[in-house]
């Protein structure tokens, strides 16, 4: 969980909410997690969110969490069921899942944690290989990838 300031959605004063980006194991699905208590006016929120991440929220998980790497270790033939996973997961155009398999094998993309081991486990699920390591880069400098809807996070 990432610590991030904000206003109560009730009184408008300054708060103190807790935000994170889990893998929901038994669907396969991210979800995102959101809470706060207001100490000016009691208000209490507790959300929990398999659509979208706000963009607002995913920076402040990766700059606190780091970025990390789906590393994606078939080729030729395997590489292209690969991608078909990976765009179904993540609702790519076919442009863009196709720009995705010629970085194959080697590091696809750059997301949070959570969605990179969702991706790796869809994947290992087909019996395809893959990792996942942390980022060793800075912030900023990260090509990261988002497609569709939002990034990474429209996946199933």
């Known amino acids: 969980m990432v610590l991030i300031y904000g206003l109560c959605g009730n009184c408008d ?7 994170g980006h889990s893998l929901f194991a038994l669907c396969k699905k991210l979800v995102w997690h ?11 929120i507790e959300l929990n ?7 607002e929220i995913r920076e402040e998980i990766l700059a606190k969490e780091g970025t990390w790497n ?3 270790l078939e ?3 395997r590489a292209t069921v690969v991608t078909k996973i990976m765009r179904e997961a993540m609702s790519l ?12 094998p080697g590091s696809v993309l750059i997301g949070t944690k959570s969605e990179t081991y ?14 996942v390591s942390r980022s060793v880069t ?5 090509d990261q990838i988002g497609f569709g809807v939002g990034p990474l996070n429209h996946m199933g």
């Open 13 to 19: 004063q300054d708060i103190q909410m807790l935000v």
């Open 34 to 44: 959101l809470s706060y208590s207001c100490s000016h006016c009691g208000e209490a």
């Open 49 to 55: 969110d398999t659509h979208t991440i706000p963009d």
């Open 70 to 72: 789906l590393i994606v």
């Open 75 to 77: 080729k030729e033939q």
């Open 93 to 104: 155009l076919l442009a863009e899942a196709m720009k995705l398999k010629k970085k194959m």
């Open 118 to 131: 969702r991706l790796k486990q869809l994947l290992a699920a087909e019996g395809l290989k893959a990792s």
């Open 138 to 142: 800075k912030i900023g400098v990260v």
